[in-house]
């Protein structure tokens, strides 16, 4: 079984990769290339909209945090720029629904596999 489920993985690697880069991201405005006025949110939770579309902010620690969109820095275009107070706040990008994704029970199952599997060398 263990076998198999690292053919299908390879499978499915070789396929990610195959098919380039552009079909593999899913993020909208990825490069930042559009962006609009400066934001600022303080506190908690989602903060809303950031400089650039599609790209929200969100605070998991009380803090001030900034963007801001810059057309140009360091010789390269669609920059954004974040600044903020407190820890692992930032930039964040949902592509569905909010808590719609899988069962908490299959994440904690996948997880747990994975780190058997990677503790024994498998």
């Given at each position: 079984?263990?076998?198999?489920?690292?053919?299908?993985?390879?499978?499915?690697?070789?396929?990610?990769?195959?098919?380039?880069?552009a079909?593999?991201?899913?993020?909208?405005?990825?490069?930042?290339?559009?962006?609009?006025?400066?934001?600022?949110?303080?506190?908690?939770?989602?903060?809303?909209?950031?400089?650039?579309?599609?790209?929200?902010?969100?605070?998991?620690t009380?803090?001030?945090?900034?963007t801001?969109?810059?057309?140009?820095?360091?010789?390269?275009?669609?920059?954004?720029?974040?600044?903020?107070?407190?820890?692992?706040?930032?930039?964040?990008?949902?592509?569905?629904?909010?808590?719609?994704?899988p069962?908490?029970?299959?994440?904690?199952?996948?997880?747990?596999?994975?780190?058997?599997?990677?503790?024994?060398?498998?």
């Amino acid at each position: 079984m263990k076998k198999a489920h690292r053919i299908v993985l390879g499978i499915l690697a070789v396929a990610a990769l195959a098919a380039g880069p552009a079909a593999a991201n899913v993020l909208s405005n990825p490069d930042f290339a559009a962006g609009g006025g400066v934001t600022s949110f303080s506190g908690t939770g989602g903060g809303g909209n950031s400089a650039s579309p599609s790209w929200t902010v969100f605070n998991n620690t009380a803090g001030l945090t900034k963007t801001e969109h810059l057309a140009s820095f360091a010789g390269r275009s669609g920059v954004i720029h974040v600044t903020t107070a407190g820890g692992s706040n930032g930039l964040v990008q949902v592509w569905a629904q909010i808590n719609s994704g899988p069962c908490p029970e299959i994440n904690s199952r996948l997880k747990n596999n994975i780190f058997k599997n990677n503790e024994r060398g498998n």
